[in-house]
């Protein structure tokens, strides 16, 4: 299995960022994905996930209605596009892989076998 996260970088408050994960290794259009983040000094969070199909997605309260996850079957990639970033959002971002295939996945990081290196988001003025 391997995850491969890039799009991130410096923004300024009230900015957007699209990150981008790229998965190989796996049956990627069965497995639910999420993103979680580790702010520095922080927790490992876990931010949204989506289901296998693309339908079923989830978000922190956080970030609802600023972050949307979204996934391309075909090309085996999982997109997290984040608007109204604010200095709290700064953190690495990680895809992660459902640990069983077709099941709606959860938010918790303990269910998830698998996560990238992650992309680094800092927001700042």
């Known amino acids: 299995v391997q995850l491969v996260e890039s799009g991130g970088g410096l923004v300024q408050p009230g900015g957007s960022l699209r990150l981008s994960c790229a998965a190989s290794g796996f049956d990627f259009r069965f497995y639910g994905m999420s993103w979680v983040r580790q702010a520095p000094g922080g927790e490992l969070e876990w931010v949204s996930n989506i289901d296998f199909s693309g339908v079923s997605t989830d978000y922190v309260d956080s970030v609802k209605g600023r972050f949307t996850i979204s996934r391309d079957n075909a090309k085996t990639m999982v997109y997290l596009q984040m608007n109204s970033l604010n200095p709290e959002d700064s953190a690495v971002y990680y895809c992660?892989?459902?640990?069983?295939?077709?099941?709606?996945?959860?938010?918790?990081?303990?269910?998830?076998?698998?996560r990238g290196k992650g992309t680094r988001v800092t927001v700042s003025s």
């Open positions: 992660a892989k459902f640990h069983t295939p077709y099941r709606v996945p959860t938010r918790s990081i303990d269910e998830y076998n698998a």
